[in-house]
């Protein structure tokens, strides 16, 4: 595929800010659902204003920090406990965002900050994996200033998680996907601790379509991930997509 069809392909006018950027380089760096298109979507239910403290937890190869810095005019703490913090800084400067992005390499339990430090937490694509116990969200919220904002886009399942799945989903079946849960079960781990008000959970409207579609370009580039593309190809948005959740601090 050249790079305009790879262009054409991943460029939708739901996505304004995201089509400003080099598909190419999005594909390079991938890790998961297409980044910008989450880091947007997340944006469209949650306000950063510039100057704000921003962390990006679990921000793989720092698209979405470059792409929040660049865009809303924050300053972000990049941080994975994967990916080089080097690789990243090198990512940071060639797209000019060395004076807003900050890369760091931290195991999301055991953060190097300050408590109160950030004005908003942002995870895309993955809270899920470290997320899920009843004791993280108070741990997080530790390092978040009162008023502050976390939102996160992470994959997800319309149902309760003990719901019997059809076949391509049994199929396709592993811890991983035991992660992907629905908007209302993070509504009420997170407001059962009484830290936060939940603003918005709900699935990214054509989530699981963008998700799709993006898996479909970066496999004519020979990226991406096979069984997740069979996966919602068969599911056709009736179980799977993004689920989205942004909250409040009391």
């Known amino acids: 595929m050249s790079s305009q069809l790879l262009r054409e392909a991943l460029t939708l006018d739901r996505y304004p800010r995201s089509n400003t950027y080099d598909q190419q380089w999005v594909v390079d760096n991938l890790m998961g659902p297409h980044p ?87 995870s895309i694509g993955a809270y899920n994996y470290f997320g899920t116990g009843v004791d993280y969200l108070p741990y997080l919220a530790e390092f978040v200033r009162p008023n502050g904002t976390l939102g996160i886009i992470t994959p997800g399942i319309r149902t309760a998680p003990d719901f019997s799945p059809p076949p391509y989903v049994a199929d396709r079946w592993g811890p991983d996907l035991c992660t992907w849960l629905p908007p209302d079960w993070w509504r009420h781990l997170w407001e059962r601790t009484g830290l ?24 004519q580039v020979g990226r991406g991930y096979e069984p997740d593309e069979h996966l919602l190809e068969a599911d056709q948005g009736k179980l799977l997509g993004l689920t989205r959740v942004v909250a409040r601090l009391n």
């Open 36 to 122: 910008l298109w989450s880091a947007e979507s997340l944006l469209q239910a949650m306000t950063l204003r510039p100057g704000m403290r921003v962390l990006d937890l679990g921000c793989g190869t720092a698209l979405t920090s470059i792409f929040l810095a660049r865009e809303y005019e924050v300053d972000v703490w990049a941080t994975d406990l994967w990916v080089d913090p080097t690789e990243n800084w090198q990512r940071v400067q060639n797209a000019g965002a060395a004076d807003r992005v900050h890369p760091i390499q931290s195991d999301a339990r055991k953060l190097p900050f300050a408590h109160g430090f950030f004005d908003a937490v942002v």
């Open 196 to 219: 936060v008000t939940v603003e918005t959970a709900d699935f990214v409207p054509n989530g699981w379509a963008d998700w799709l579609r993006w898996l479909q370009a970066c496999a």
